[in-house]
Nanobody, 123 residues
Framework: QVQLVESGGGLVQPGESLRLSCTAT????????QGWYRQAPGKQRELVTV???????NSSDAVKGRFTISRDNAKKTVYLQMNSLKPEDTAVYYC?????????????????WGQGTQVTVAS
């Protein structure tokens, strides 16, 4: 089975930076896409940024120019570098991965989610 384990959240002041990490465990065959969503209190979950299997990225207008998604395939980890953080970036951040994995005796494909990590931006 595959799990996504997130880390890196915390409390920062406006203008500061944070880097979130999301590491996959288990035997993975292919990754079709990865990304980050966030959910602020009282709001719906929204897409923040994605990276495709061939490395193309896209981000929401709210974070474009401030947040960067990247990945290290050898470490099975995707990162979210967040710069110039604003109070409105406060949310629980969730990573996801659309991937195929070994589920004895089959190979399955499924979207997996991380457990969520809290990011709070306040002075």
């Amino acid at each position: 089975q595959v799990q996504l384990v997130e880390s890196g959240g915390g409390l920062v002041q406006p203008g500061e930076s944070l880097r979130l990490s999301c590491t996959a465990t288990g035997t993975i065959f292919n990754t079709y896409g990865q990304g980050w969503y966030r959910q602020a209190p009282g709001k719906q979950r929204e897409l923040v940024t994605v990276i495709t299997s061939d490395g193309n990225t896209n981000s929401s207008d709210a974070v474009k120019g401030r947040f960067t998604i990247s990945r290290d395939n050898a470490k099975k980890t995707v990162y979210l570098q967040m710069n110039s953080l604003k109070p409105e970036d406060t949310a629980v951040y969730y990573c996801y991965a659309d991937l195929s994995y070994y589920d004895d005796p089959f190979i399955q494909r499924k979207i997996h989610w991380g457990q969520g990590t809290q990011v709070t931006v306040a002075s």
